[in-house]
């Protein structure tokens, strides 16, 4: 089982839609948790980050985080063809004695005009 | 604004050359990452560096090496390249003693290896 899973996609939505990306983890002891956008030959760029059960807000994003479930998701509410990227899970635990941060192989989002 | 810089943004070299891709932050962080990214295969750890005087290996840092020359550098050297180091090399910062570790990228080196 891979540390940290997502739905490779792509995943297609119609603008203005709500764009659903969804990510499990195996590490029940992990304890930060990221979303990063990447456009194609770009950089990561963090967009969310959450650390305790519920949901956290930022503008159009919500992460909902649920660590009974080892499960965190990001939502994007009226997407827009700019949101079109690949959007990866990154989970923080403490791996060898360091922090670490383990990366999804990412979701690929399609928003259609 | 505060930044992570890496140079050079591209570059071709042959097999059996030695290369070094440099990283450079002014964001104040002590901790510095070399990552690289393959299609389908994500990102993954090459090497991290806590402060100067602390370096460790990442999954695969099998034909890599490091130098921390100063807080804000952290380069990374290939020292006889081969075709399958052909990826996206990115590095990361984040703030000492952070609990949650939350990483900032610079903007990466494509590196192509024949």
């Known amino acids: 089982q891979k540390e940290v899973e997502q739905n490779s996609g792509p995943l297609s939505v119609p603008e203005g839609a709500i764009a659903s990306l969804n990510c499990t983890y195996s590490?029940?002891?992990?304890?930060?948790f990221f979303w990063y956008r990447q456009y194609s030959g770009k950089s990561p760029e963090l967009i969310m980050s959450?650390?305790?059960?519920g949901d956290k807000e930022d503008g159009r994003f919500t992460a909902q985080l649920n660590k009974a479930s080892q499960y965190v998701s990001l939502l994007i509410r009226d997407s827009q063809p700019s949101d079109s990227a690949t959007y990866l899970c990154?989970?923080?635990?403490?791996?060898?004695?360091?922090?670490?941060?383990?990366f999804g192989q990412g979701t690929r989002l399609t928003i259609n005009p | 604004d505060a930044d992570v810089t890496q140079t050079p943004r591209n570059r071709i070299t042959k097999t059996g050359k030695r290369i070094m891709l440099e990283c450079s932050q002014t964001?104040?962080?002590?901790?510095m990452y070399w990552y690289r990214q393959d299609p389908g295969l994500g990102l993954r750890l090459i090497y991290y560096?806590?402060?100067?005087?602390?370096?460790n290996k990442g999954e695969i840092s099998d034909g890599y090496s490091v130098s921390r020359q100063a807080q804000a550098k952290f380069s990374l050297s290939l020292e006889s390249a081969i075709p399958n180091q052909t990826a996206l090399y990115f590095c990361?910062?984040?703030?000492?003693?952070?609990?949650?570790?939350?990483?900032?990228f610079g903007p990466g080196t494509r590196l192509t290896v024949l």
């Open positions: 990154a989970v923080n635990g403490l791996r060898e004695g360091a922090q670490k941060l383990v």
């Open positions: 560096s806590f402060d100067v005087k602390d370096i």
């Open positions: 964001k104040g962080h002590d901790r």
């Open positions: 959450i650390y305790s059960n």
């Open positions: 990361a910062t984040s703030k000492q003693g952070a609990f949650y570790n939350e990483q900032f």
């Open positions: 590490d029940r002891v992990s304890q930060s």
